[in-house]
């Protein structure tokens, strides 16, 4: 059993958490996973690491609530225990070398991008951060984020807050300013499939060497089972051994758009079902 | 006077056209009559043929006497003197090609049912003795095990029982390795794997689940932490795809993941969380245990046609006999000497047929077995929505890439002495499927028990 030690929630949707797991802290690094099951019957999901305090033993994840796993975890409360936590898992983030970066966040794909601007930032790079969301209310992590990057750019859909409109439109216009000198060394881009796939047809255009961070299927995240198979330069590799970051410009993302929805219809049941049970408890 | 008879008294087993549907164990096990009845055709051979085919040796004839007296309890004890899972083996391992091929018996007729006796005698023991196992004298000795599969199980029980203090690093959340996330409950239960680790967490073994070892924790800082020696039985887990077309469309498992969905999170249970798709036609490939297994699994979930596709003939099937013969009495369709060529799939991305190439045996291979080749012209598609590729698997490689000078041979399996599972590196063990490649329950036990004896004695070398 694994102690909840903090709990936030950032937004109606996304909850921040900190478990205990020493041995799971002392080798965390910046890009990798965990696996968590909330209880005995739950599934296993795999989470990216958002943060980790190897003196007090704690590793952070930041989650959005999607499912039944999920919601079952979001009101899990500080104290209380989670069945398994199992890491760190995957390959850590490549920052060494790089000197100037763009990294981009969507939605709660921000909570992930953060830490990796911060890892690189921390490590001397000059970043510039650009972090989407659909509307203001949802914006989260603005104080966190501003510390880990050089220049933060906040976009919403619908303009209520910072610029407007897809993470892509601040994208180009970076690229585009810096057409000239072309001093980016890499962009790095983690959120929902379909933004990482139109943030890597963007840069692809200036050719920018670009990064993106996968979340597939999987069941045990130490490359038994298969289940998240991507296609990457036209070969097959397992996220969770060889990944879970690959070079953005090889990865074919409709097949892992296409992947991801496989089981939607019984997630969605799943979901609803548990949401409905709630209600009627309360 | 012995039992004459030429055949193995039949064990009770579930309607094949009932048990298609469930997730109960499909045979049954002997009644005490009939264990006595089965044990009486031993004829208790002086130079016990039978023995020589056991990897880890159980003293058949001395067993089975034992039941013919009665002695139920003294049988199981026997049995446990050299064999720490005999509950999980009298079900899984494949006997005919080990003791029983050995059997006297066999020059005339059937041999002794030393499986069916072997798992009457754990059963009968789970179910009638609760002996409190007594902690042995600790030695003051740290051991590591890495995978708590049956290698790794077994390689612990006998360590703890020489008084080391073992401590069991396990990746999954569960213990039990490929018994629990592969073999299915209907061949084995969990909840009999359960009672054996619990037998030696009595013992005192010490069990860390959600450990990947050799990530997590690495072998230099086990040595570190003051383990002595370390096993490594972490299996054979990396599941090999056929490098055809349309393999990640939508429906298409391993046969790693099929299994560990249904077996380890059990997804066939409505209690549980962990999703697997409703298929209604679905394609096995392969013709080993694996192979048979995920075909009965898929008929249990509920699917109307389940075929198993494999590229040999029947003959050169690797899967026991008894498992085929179950699959097909469940309605598994057998679709031999036929080999996919491309996985086919609707504009959505979900599979919708698979298209395979009829096959002839050609020259023997490298295996002995006679090569298929296809015979040209012979494409045919079979309506499917779901394949399962059970064509094997390799040893995974992250203990190598983590652990500097563990050598490993060209498949990945680690380098390990046949007989004491000395590696590479000082201290460290393996065996099981992660030095062999994926094989059989008793071959990972073999390997753990000979570990533990060569580890005992490389401890006590030292000293």
């Known amino acids: ?282 | 006077m012995a039992n004459m008879s030429k055949t193995k008294l039949p064990i009770p087993e579930q309607d094949p056209l009932v048990r298609n549907s469930n997730f109960d164990e499909v045979a049954l096990g002997y009644t005490e009559e009939m264990a006595v009845e089965e044990a009486e055709r031993c004829l208790n051979c002086k130079n016990k043929p039978c023995e020589a085919g056991c990897p880890v040796n159980v003293k058949i004839p001395e067993f089975i006497t034992l039941i013919k007296e009665n002695d139920f309890e003294g049988a199981y004890k026997k049995i446990k003197e050299t064999n720490s899972l005999p509950a999980v083996c009298g079900r899984v391992c494949p006997q005919e090609t080990q003791c029983e091929a050995l059997c006297v018996r066999t020059k005339n007729g059937e041999s002794v049912g030393i499986g069916r006796l072997e798992r009457f005698a754990a059963d009968w023991y789970m179910k009638n003795v609760d002996e409190k196992a007594e902690k042995p004298t600790p030695n003051g000795h740290k051991v590591a095990v890495i995978g708590s599969g049956p290698a790794g199980l077994t390689c612990a029980g006998d360590l703890v029982q020489l008084g080391y203090d073992v401590t069991i690093f396990e990746a999954f959340h569960k213990s039990g390795g490929v018994l629990v996330y592969g073999i299915p409950e209907f061949r084995l239960p969990k909840a009999i794997v359960q009672a054996e680790i619990d037998k030696l967490l009595e013992l005192g073994v010490k069990l860390e689940t959600n450990v990947l070892g050799g990530k997590v924790i690495t072998v230099d800082e086990l040595f570190e932490q003051g383990y002595e020696a370390i096993f490594l039985g972490t299996g054979a887990g990396l599941p090999m795809f056929m490098n055809i077309p349309g393999e990640n469309y939508n429906g298409v498992y391993s046969a790693n993941e099929f299994l560990t969905r249904i077996n380890l999170m059990k997804a066939y249970r409505g209690d549980y969380d962990t999703p697997i798709g409703v298929f209604k036609n679905v394609a096995v490939v392969g013709g080993g245990n694996v192979a048979m297994d995920s075909a009965r699994c898929a008929k249990r979930l509920g699917a109307e046609n389940v075929y198993i596709v494999y590229r040999r003939s029947e003959v050169e099937m690797p899967a026991r006999l008894e498992e085929v013969h179950h699959a097909k009495e469940e309605g598994i369709i057998f679709k031999i000497l036929c080999n996919p060529v491309e996985i086919l799939a609707d504009d959505r991305g979900y599979v919708d047929g698979i298209r395979c190439i009829e096959m002839e045996l050609g020259e023997p291979d490298d295996s002995g077995r006679r090569r298929p080749v296809p015979k040209e012209g012979s494409e045919f598609e079979l309506e499917v929505d779901c394949v399962v590729m059970a064509i094997g698997t390799s040893p995974n490689p992250i203990m190598k890439d983590n652990t500097p000078g563990l050598e490993v041979n060209r498949r990945g399996c680690i380098v390990a002495d046949e007989s004491t599972g000395q590696t590479s590196l000082e201290g460290v063990y393996a065996g099981g499927d992660a030095v062999t490649g994926a094989a059989t329950v008793i071959l990972a036990m073999g390997a753990g028990k000979d570990a533990a004896k060569a580890m005992d004695e490389y401890i006590r070398s030292k000293k």
């Not at chain 1, 739950?42 to 033993?57: C, F, Q, S």
């Open chain 1, 1 to 282: 059993m694994y102690k909840i030690t903090f709990k936030k929630r950032l937004n109606e949707q996304v909850v921040q958490m900190e478990i205990l797991a020493p041995l799971v802290a002392k080798k965390a690094q910046p890009g990798q996973f965990i696996i968590l099951r909330v209880n005995e019957e739950g599934e296993r999901i795999p989470l990216t690491i958002a943060g980790y305090d190897r003196e007090k033993g704690t590793v952070q994840v930041i989650f959005q609530i999607v499912g039944k796993t999920t919601l079952s975890l979001s009101q899990k409360e500080e104290g209380e225990f989670i069945s398994d936590f199992a890491g760190p898992l995957g390959k850590p983030s490549e920052i060494e070398g790089v000197q100037k970066a763009i990294v981009v966040g969507g939605g709660l794909g921000t909570a992930i991008a953060y830490p990796y601007a911060k890892a690189l930032h921390d490590n001397g790079a000059e970043v510039d951060m650009i972090a989407g969301f659909k509307t203001k209310d949802l914006v989260i992590l603005e104080d966190e984020m501003k510390r880990a990057c050089t220049r933060l750019h906040i976009m919403t859909d619908d303009g209520s807050y910072g610029g407007s409109g897809m993470v892509t439109v601040r994208l180009k216009e970076l690229l585009e300013e810096d057409k000239e000198k072309n001093s980016y060394d890499l962009v790095v881009a983690i959120g929902p499939l379909i933004m990482m796939k139109f943030c890597a047809l963007t840069t692809k255009e200036y050719g920018v060497k670009t990064v993106v961070s996968l979340n597939p299927i999987m069941i045990d995240g130490t490359g038994m089972c298969g289940g998240c198979r991507v296609t990457v330069g036209g070969e097959t590799k397992f996220a969770c051994v060889d990944g879970p970051e690959f070079d953005a410009h090889q990865v074919d993302f409709d097949e892992a758009i296409r992947r991801s929805a496989f089981y939607k219809e019984q997630e969605t049941k799943a979901y609803e079902a548990h949401k409905c049970r709630l209600e009627e408890m309360r």
